[in-house]
C-alpha cells in the first residue's frame, strides 16, 4: 500500500510541479518578489482556516473513521459531531472576518495595501472550506490515493487556469483573489468526483443528530488550532521580518523558496494521512511500530535522498524555469533548506505516533517548541547572515526537534515490546 501510495503521490507531484511552472512564472513576472510575499501571507490565512474550519479535528477525524468504518451508528456520530464543530467555526470565523477586514489587512499586508474584501470573500467560503477538510479526512481514512490523485489533478489544473488568469489581468489584486477562490474549486472537486461515494458514509438525514464524539475530538481540537495558527502566524512574523532587517524582495525570495519546498514535500505530505495515520492508529504494540517505521525509512529515505540532490544539483534551472533571472539569489537558500527539510521527513514518521495514539500534550510540546526555535533562531541568525539565516534556523530547528522527539519516543522504539494503551 505504501509503494502504491507513493507511487501515485510521485506522479501528482510531477504534474503539481509542471503546473507550478505556469503559477510561479507568471507570479515572477507580474507581481515580482514583493508580490509573492504577500501570495505567501494569504497562504499562511487559508492553512490556519483549513484546520479552524472544523476547530482542528481533522486528524482525530482521520483516526475514528478508520477505527469505525465498518460502523454505521457510530460514522453517524462522528460525521454529525463534525458538522456540528464546521457550523460554530463558520459562526465565529464569518464574524471574525467579515467585521474584522480593516484591522486584518493592516495586520496581515500593511497600513499601505487595502485588501479588506479578501478577508470578507474568505468569511463567505468557510463553510466550504470545513466540508472540504471533512471529506478529505474521509478520503484520508480509507485510503483513497486513485480517488485523492483525481481529486488533486482536478484542482491543480482548474486552480491554476484561474490563477494565471486573473494574475494577468489584474496583477497582485488577481492573484490574492485567485488564491481565496481556491476553496471553491477544491469544493467543486468533491462534488464531481466524491459526493456519490462519501454518501456510503456521510447520512445527510442525521447530519446534525449527534454530539456525542465532541469530548473525544475536542481531545485534538483546541491544541491542534494553537500549533496551526502558530505556525501560520510565525511565517507572517518572519516574513514581515526578513521585510524590514533585509528587504521586501528578499522576503519574497524567502517565500519562493518555501513555495519550491512544498512542491517536492508535496510527495511526502499526502503520505502522512492517507498512509502513516490510519496504519500507526491501529498498531498495538512497540515492535509492529518500530518494524512499521524502519519499513518507511528503508523505502522512502533512498528516493529523498536521491530527489534532494537533483533539486539542489539543478537549482538554478529551477530558479530560472520556476521564476526570472532576478530571482537567483535564493539559490543559497537551496542547501539548508533542504537539509532541514530531510530532517524534518526523519523526525515526522517518529511524532505521527503522538496523534494516531492521542498523545496530544507531546504533539502539542514538540510542535510549539519547534516554532518557538524556528523564530528565535530566526531572529538570531538573520543579524548575521541575512535572509540565509532563516534556512539555517529551520535546519537547527528541525535538529533539535529530532533529538526530543527520539528522547520522547526511547521507550517505544528501543527497548523490549509494549503493548500502547
Known amino acids: 500500500m505504501l ?23 507568471i507570479f515572477a513576472i507580474y507581481i515580482g518578489a514583493d508580490g509573492i510575499a504577500q501570495v505567501g501571507d494569504l497562504k499562511n490565512i487559508i492553512s490556519f482556516l483549513d484546520q479552524f474550519s472544523i476547530l482542528g479535528t481533522s486528524n482525530g477525524l482521520v483516526k475514528y473513521i478508520s477505527e469505525n468504518k465498518d460502523d454505521k451508528k457510530q460514522l453517524n456520530r462522528l460525521f454529525s459531531t463534525t ?44 463553510p466550504f ?10 478520503i484520508n481514512s480509507l485510503s483513497n490515493y486513485k480517488l485523492y490523485s483525481r481529486l488533486n489533478l482536478f484542482a491543480i489544473i482548474v486552480s491554476t487556469i484561474v490563477i494565471v488568469c486573473l494574475t494577468m489581468i489584474n496583477g497582485i489584486s ?48 483546541f491544541m491542534t488550532i494553537i500549533v496551526v495558527f502558530f505556525i501560520n502566524t510565525t511565517d507572517v512574523f518572519i516574513r514581515n521580518l526578513i521585510e524590514k532587517t533585509v528587504s521586501k524582495s528578499d522576503a519574497g525570495y524567502w517565500t519562493a523558496m518555501t513555495s519550491v519546498s512544498k512542491i517536492y514535500m508535496q510527495f511526502l505530505a499526502a503520505i502522512f494521512p492517507l498512509y502513516i495515520l490510519p496504519k500507526y492508529s491501529n498498531i498495538k504494540n512497540t515492535f ?12 522512502l529515505l533512498p528516493l529523498i535522498i536521491i530527489g534532494m540532490l537533483l533539486v539542489y544539483l539543478f537549482r538554478i534551472f529551477l530558479i530560472k524555469s520556476l521564476y526570472t533571472e532576478d530571482f537567483l539569489a535564493m539559490s543559497n537558500l537551496f542547501r539548508w533548506q533542504l537539509v532541514g527539510d530531510f530532517i524534518k521527513f526523519v523526525a515526522i514518521v517518529l511524532s505521527y505516533q503522538f496523534l494516531a495514539k492521542r498523545q496530544i500534550g507531546y504533539f502539542v510540546f514538540t510542535e510549539l517548541l519547534s516554532v518557538f526555535l524556528f523564530y528565535v533562531f530566526s531572529v538570531y541568525f538573520i543579524n548575521i547572515y541575512g535572509t540565509e539565516g532563516v534556512v539555517i534556523a529551520h535546519f537547527v530547528r528541525y535538529i533539535l ?5 527520539i528522547y520522547i519516543m526511547r521507550n517505544s522504539f528501543y527497548g523490549e515490546n509494549r503493548e500502547f494503551k
Do not use: H, W
Request: aromatic letters at 20%.
Open 83 to 126: 458538522f456540528i464543530f464546521a457550523a460554530i467555526a463558520s459562526f465565529f470565523s464569518f464574524i471574525i472576518l467579515f467585521f474584522g477586514s480593516g484591522l486584518l489587512n493592516d495586520l496581515v499586508f500593511g497600513t499601505d495595501n487595502k485588501y479588506e474584501y479578501i478577508f470578507k470573500i474568505l468569511s463567505f467560503l468557510i
Open 174 to 221: 488577481g492573484a490574492l483573489l485567485a488564491i481565496c477562490l481556491i476553496p471553491i474549486i477544491q469544493f467543486l472537486s468533491y462534488l464531481i468526483f466524491f459526493l456519490k461515494e462519501s454518501m456510503v458514509y456521510i447520512n445527510l438525514s442525521k447530519i446534525f443528530s449527534s454530539f456525542s464524539f465532541k469530548n473525544k475530538l475536542l481531545s485534538y481540537s
Open 288 to 299: 509492529e511500530f518500530r518494524k512499521e517505521v524502519m519499513m518507511i525509512y528503508k523505502m
Open 401 to 405: 526537534y529530532l533529538l526530543v522527539v
Open 129 to 138: 472550506i470545513g466540508i472540504n477538510a471533512i471529506l478529505g479526512s474521509l
Open 3 to 25: 509503494f502504491k501510495i507513493a507511487s501515485a503521490n510521485a506522479f501528482l507531484v510531477a504534474v503539481r510541479m509542471g503546473f507550478s511552472l505556469f503559477t510561479q512564472k
